[in-house]
């Protein structure tokens, strides 16, 4: 079954910290992987994509595949990066853009 | 400006009553999608369709119904049948391309009187 799993509900840091958030996904075929970010009282959007493989705000995420792994990582927060993110697998057919959710982690950057 | 609307912002429903959830798209995408949002659930899929006249179930679809009578419009009704209604909605569209990122709407949240 296609399943992505984020293990932490909250992840507290403080401005400066190292930051990864974990997902672990479960999909029998080559992945394509999402991290979603949601900014308090804005929309969910994209942050970025593992095919992209680019760096976006100061974070990156790498595809695992050995260990079925998409961590988001930031190597200093700042107090702007505190927000919900969601990691996503694209888990449909390739007509169309369905994709599976993990339970999402809200990150907290303290100053 | 380019983009997915959703109305209202904020819905009350009350016991018994069916509520109906708009969201329209004007970036000419294929595929439009529902998203229930619980507090540590995630996004779960409620409904989603490809194309215009045809749709199909999330993981999530008791309770509720979608229409496409328009490529542009997808709109939701929570029937009462949904037992558990109170969360925050939100409405996606993508094109059909399976690695494309999916655009959101601000969501609507609806609660029960």
């Known amino acids: 079954a296609q399943r992505v799993t984020q293990p932490e509900k909250l992840l507290s840091v403080f401005k400066g910290a190292p930051v990864e958030l974990k997902c672990n996904y479960s999909y029998s075929g080559s992945p394509e992987l999402f991290w979603y970010v949601q900014y308090s009282r804005q929309r969910l959007q994209l942050l970025l994509r593992?095919?992209s493989r680019e760096s976006i705000k100061g974070f990156t995420a790498d595809l695992n595949k050995g260990e079925t792994s998409f961590h988001l990582k930031k190597p200093f927060a700042q107090e702007e990066d505190s927000a919900m993110y969601y990691c996503a697998l694209f888990g449909g057919s390739s007509n169309t853009g369905k994709l599976i959710f993990g339970q999402g982690t809200t990150l907290q950057v303290k100053p | 400006d380019g983009g997915i609307t959703q109305s209202p912002k904020y819905l009350f429903r009350k016991e018994g009553q069916n509520v109906t959830l708009s969201c329209e798209q004007n970036?000419?995408?294929?595929?439009m999608y529902w998203y229930r949002q619980d507090p540590g659930q995630g996004l779960r899929l409620i409904y989603y369709s490809q194309i215009v006249n045809d749709f199909q179930k999330g993981d999530i679809a008791e309770g509720y119904s979608v229409s496409r009578e328009k490529k542009e419009s997808f709109p939701l009704t929570v029937t009462s049948a949904q037992k558990n209604p109170t969360a925050f909605y939100l409405c996606a569209s993508s094109t059909l391309q399976g690695n494309q990122p999916q655009h959101f709407g601000d969501g609507t949240r609806l609660s029960i009187l």
């Open positions: 970036l000419n995408h294929d595929a």
């Open positions: 593992h095919i």
